[in-house]
């Protein structure tokens, strides 16, 4: 069809040009009889044909409009996002004329008209303004109101600011959401950190129109059920490293008691015992034997509940029991404990560096070269020495970067990527390598100082760093055993040793 209409448009060029205007000729005749069998094919084609694009701006569908009580940050941040959503936004002030800078393309009325403009309201507003409210109890009747508002510290009313605003406004459908979001997360849209808009209400029709909107704007709607659980909606903005509290109060624990061993056995033995001031040490030195005990210590009791809780399973023969709750507690927050042993890693690998360039080693270094020239002596090469030298950094090269990638593959966007077995097999075998090998290198660290070095009968402070890997890694050989890792798959499968109800001892699942 196209090729017909390119062909009628060049006879036609073809007839202007002709100097016989009027068809007098019998080539102009024959001409312009193709042309029009030309158009009218072209023509007929036409109608067959789809437009991508609508020719009546009329056709295209109204954008919903939205109110937005309150021009704060959150407000302005919410306002912005629901217009490049595809929004109409208009704000509901106190002073419409003088409400500051808002986004491009919304509107600013007085909180009557605006509530009346609009079937869905956010109030972006705390919690003591909610008075003016009470006044605007008509507007509202059967209006979607998103309570947004956080408090500034647990209980601090007695009851949540959802459960309140519905008991203000009984004719309104109130739904808590988007409270846990900031008003940066907002404005830039949603990533891997922020994608949850959490939301209750007790309107299912008021909650699936919330959810419409957070979907629109790129986020994923969780439902948490009635507007009974708003407070804990409410609370948990207010939660600091919740996750954390436990990995971190650990880490401080061990750190502290740590510190003050080795002062102990390093500074206060030197100066009571051999009247020296070794506290210049306790910057670089000691803090380079405490940050590894703490990061193997911490290491091993991210692995050490899996262990414990294996035992348990052959113990008890069955997998559906429920663990007490400290070993639950402890294996939700396996992956804080190895990431900030991790960090601890980081740090003994930094100070280890700078040690070559410290005062106290170039001195030493320098005056025991003066010293051995002075008396003409030299030092024998002691291939036992090199080889457990180079052991021990090795081993402590391998186990750190394996702890790198298990600090990496920790992360959602790269555990994501991974399959099952593939995320299981590097936390899980690899994890137990780098146990393996950081248990190993503080070992080749020792030495032969196993039996020695003992002050006021105090041992080395690496070796209370041993006790706990090596009982992790002796435990996970026994459960590797054929035997037992059988016994332990069967139970992990379905399998239970008290048998089914009919005492046959099937497994309960095929």
Sequence with gaps: MRKQGQAARKIMRFLRRCRHRRYHCCWCRAAAMSADRLSSVSKEAKPE???????????????????IFGTGDLGRSLGQRLLHSGYRVVYGSRRPQSCGPLPQGAQAMSHEAAAQSAS????CIHREHYDFLENLAPRLQGKVLVDVSNNLKKNLYPEANAECLQRMIPGAHVVKAFNTLSAWALQNGPS??????????????????????????????????????????????????????????????????IFVYVVIREVVYAYVEQGEDDSFRIMVSLANKVFPIVSLIMLSLCYLPGVIAGFIQLYIGTKYRRFPDWLDRWMLCRKQLGLVALGFAFLHMVYTLIIPIRYYVIFWSSANTVSKIRENRTSVFDTTTAWRSDSYYSMGILGFGLFLLLGITSLPSVSNALSWREFSFIQSKLGYLTVFFCTLHTYLYG????????????????????????VLLVLKLLLLLPCVDRS???????????????????PLLT
Aim: hydrophobic share 45%; proline share 7%.
């Design 120 to 123: 869905l309201v956010f109030l």
């Design 488 to 506: 332990l798959t069967r139970i992990r499968q379905g399998w239970e040793r008290t048998g089914t109800q009919d005492g046959t001892g099937k």
């Design 49 to 67: 044909s789809v437009s991508l694009c609508p020719l009546d701006p009329a056709a295209a569908p109204e954008q919903e409009l939205l109110c």
């Design 192 to 257: 891997d950190a922020n994608r949850q808009v959490y939301l209750c209400g007790n309107g299912a029709e008021a909650k699936q129109a919330v959810a419409e909107v957070a979907t629109k704007l790129g986020f994923a709607a969780l439902d948490k059920g009635s507007l009974s659980a708003a407070r804990e909606l409410e609370e948990f903005p207010l939660q600091l490293f919740p996750e954390w509290r436990m990995p971190l109060y650990v880490a401080l624990g061990l750190t502290a008691f």
């Design 447 to 470: 030495w032969d100082k196993f039996l020695r070095s003992y002050k006021w009968h105090m041992p080395p402070a690496y070796m209370l760093s041993l006790l706990l890997p090596s």
